[in-house]
C-alpha cells in the first residue's frame, strides 16, 4: 500500500482526491492538512469516515504518518513551498496546481535530486487533456497554423491557462516558428488577436456555465481540423492522480512533468 | 426593372455580384466600373457575355447608364468616396464593405437627405448573421454574461470583424453594462482575454481554411447557450444582396444599416 | 409564503430542489415524500436539517401539509399518478418528467379543470434551453432545412430527448413540411440518417461525460446557423422551477406546458 | 516526370485534379478523359490551355499516352471497370472514390498482382481527415466509448459517408468490442440512436450550406474529447491526391488503401 497525505484537504479538489485515495485499493489514505483542521477528512469528501482527522501542519503531519506522496492542488503562492518541505522530509509531492514558475521548477529538480526524492507536476490529470496535447503535437507537424482557444469559468484568475500555456510550449518544439495572420492585419480593438506565443495565437475565454474547455484549432488549405477537451467535473481528473501516485514511486529522483511521461 | 451598376466588378465579390444580378428577373445590369477595364463583366463572373464592358470611370459610368443602384463591395479607403459619387448622381449605394468611420457614416446619411437619395450599408448580408444577431440581443436580456469568436481566413486585415463589432454594439443596447470575469484576473500574456467592449470579450481567430464564422457564447448557473453561423460561400450573401437592391427603392433619403431594418 | 412539497426529495433533482426552494424566501418547503423515508429531507440536499421528514406516502402528506404545490422529477411511470392525486387534492403539480404520452396529458388537463387546479409541466426548465428552442422556430421561418442533434449521458432510457422532440414540434408549426437530403439518398446502415420528424431528421447521441446537451443546426446556401445549449449541471434547472412554483398560482385550471409560456 | 491521365476529367473533382496536375513540377498531364469531348481539358479546370484535348475512350487515351497513372474520382458504378481496364493495361489507379464493396476491392488487388501494377484507393484525401483518423484510433484505446457525427451537404447520396465508415473500422481495430448506451435504452423514433457498427453509433446529418465535415466524439468519466475535421473546398483533397500519384510509383503490385499508409 502508498501511504498519501492530502494537502488542501477540505478544498474542492483537495476533498476530491480524498475520496479517490479512499476508493483505491493500492492507495491509504494516512493524512490530510489544511488550514482549518479537526474534522474528519471525509466529512467534506462526503465519502463516510475516514479515521483521519485534518491537520493544520503539515510538517508534523508528515513526521506523524510518514507517507510515501503528498497530493497537493492548492493555490500557486503556496504550493512551491509545501513542495519544498516534503522533498525536504523525503516525502514524493504530486502537484496539479499550475502556474509555478519555471525558475521554481528548476530548484523543485535541484531540490528533489540533493534529497533523492521524485515530484511530479502536470498541468492536467485528464486522460482526455493529455491526449489533446499529443494529437497537437502530431498535427502540428502537418498542419503549422494554430490557434488555441480555453474556456473556463469566470472565478478564475490566470489567462491563458497552465494547460494551453503547456500545449503552446509542446507545439513549439515542433512547429517551425512563424507569425501567422496577415502581416498587415491591425487591431481596431487591442487585444483582439489573442496572446501571441511564439507565433501562435491564444484566446481566453471566462464565462459562468464553463468548468474547463479547450480547442486546438488547426488551418490548412480549404480545411480545419479542431481537438476539442471538455471537462466538466473534477472526478475527470482522479484517474490521473491516482496514476501518478502509483507512477512516482519508480520515477528518478527530481522533476517530472505532465502526464504523459507517466503513461503506458 | 431595377437598373444596376457594380463597382469593383472584377473583384471576387464584385463578379459574384454581378452573376447574382443577371440572374434575378426584376435586376438588371447596366454597368461595371473596376481599375482595370476592356472586357466583358460576365468574363471575371462566368456567367457568360452580359455585354456590360467594365469601365474604369465610374461617374462616366453613370452618366451614360442612369442606373438606380450601385453595389460596392471594395476596400474601407475607397468605399466613402464612390458612394458620395453615386449620392452626389441620385444613384442609391448598396455598401457591403465594413470599416467605415461612424463619422463617415453620418456625412453619408447628411449627403443622401441633402440629395434626396437613400443608401444603405450591412456589415453581413448572410440571412443567418442577421439571424445570429438578432437572437443574440433575445439572449443577452436574460443571460447578461456574453464572448464573442469570431473566425475568418488569415488574409483578414481588420480585428475584430466588422459583424463582430455590430454584434456586440446591439446587445449592449439590452444589457446592463457591467465587467465581466473575475476581479482579479491577470493576463499573464498580453491580449489573452481578448479585446473588451462594454465589459464584455472579442476573440478573433485568423487561420487559412476559414471563411467567415462567428460564435456568440452566452454563460449562465450551470449552463452556456451558444450561436453560431458559419458562411463558406460568397453565395451566401447574394439572396441579401439582391433583397437590398429592391428594398432601397422604398427607403427614405438618407442612410439606413443593416439588413435585419428591411426584412419583412 | 408558497407552501411546497416535493415529490421523489432523495432522488439526484428532487434534492437539488429541496435546496432551491429552501434558498429562495418566497417559498417554504412543508412536505418531502419518497420511496424510503425517515430521514430529514436536507440530509440528501447537503443543505443542513430542514426540519422536514421524509414521508412514504404522497396522500397523507398532502393532507397533513395542505401545500400549494408539489414538484415532481420522477418517473413517466410514476409520475402520472402523483399527478392526478395532487390535482384531486387542489395542489398545483409542477412536473419536470418529460414522457407522458398526449392522452395522459389531455388526462391531467380534464382533471385540473374539472378540480380547478393548474398543472404545469416543462420538457426543459433551464433558460438556456427555452430560449434556443424559441430561436430555433425564429430560425425555420427563414431557413427550412434543420437537423436536430441531442447529446446525452449514457444512462439515459428515452431517444429522442423530450428537449429534442419539444423543439421539433414546436419547428413543426413555423416550418412547410418538407423531407429533407437527397430524394434517392440511401442508407448502407440502417439508422445512419437519424429519427425522422415531420421530415426532419434528430440525432441522439449517448455517451459518458455529457450531462444534457442539444445542437439545432440550420443549413442555406453557403451557410449555416447552429445554436446550442449545454446544460452541465442540475442546478441549471433551478431558477425555472422556483419561477413556475410562483407562476403557477396564478395560471388558469387545466394543463400549462413549456417555459416559455410563463416568461415574461 | 510521371505522366498523368484523369477520367472524369470534366467533373467538379476531376477539373481540380486537372488543375492540380498542371500546377506540380513532377507531373505531366498527358490524357483527359470524360463522357463529352473535344474540349481543352484545361477549358473546364480554369487554368488556361493545357495542350490537351478530352477524349471520350478511356483505352484509346491509355494505348495513346502511354501514362504511369490514372486518376479516377468518378462514380462508384463505373469506378471498378476503369480501374480494372487501367489495370490490364499497367496503369496504376488513383481512385477516390468511396463505395466500392470488399468484394470489388479485393478482385481489384487480385488484379493487380496478376498484372504486376499497384492501385491506391482512399476514403479522403485530405490531410486533416487523415490525421483525423489516426488521432480517433490513438484516443479509442483510452476511451473506447466513442460516436461519429458527419455532415455533408444535401445531394450526397450514401450515409454514412465512406470517410466515417473507414474511420470506424480503424477504430474497430484498436477497441475493445462492446454495445455503448444503457442497455434498456428504446427509440421513441426509430433511428433516433445512429446506426450500429460493432457497438458504435454513426450519426449522418445532411443540410445545404455544409461540404463535407466529421466529428469523432470520446467520453469518459466527467470528460469529454472530440475531434473535428471541416472540409469546405475541394482543394483540400488536392496535396493528397498529388502525393498519392507520386507515391503509387514505388507501391507493391496489388492495392493499398488510404493515405495514411504512404504518409511519412
Known sequence: MIKVIVNGACGRMGSTVVDAVMKDSELKLVGAVDIVGGMDAGDKAGCGKTGVIVSTDLEATIKETNPDVMVDFTQPSVVFNTASIAIKNHVRPVIGTTGLTDEQKAQLDALGKENNTPCFIAANFAIGAVLMMKMACEAAKYMPDVEIIELHHDNKLDAPSGTALVTAEMIKQV???????????KEKLAGARGAEYDGMRIHSVRLPGYVAHQEVIFGGLGQTLTIRHDSIDRTSFMPGVVLACKKIMGLNAGLTCNLDNIMD
Open 175 to 185: 512547429r517551425e516558428s512563424h507569425k501567422q495572420g496577415h502581416e498587415n492585419e
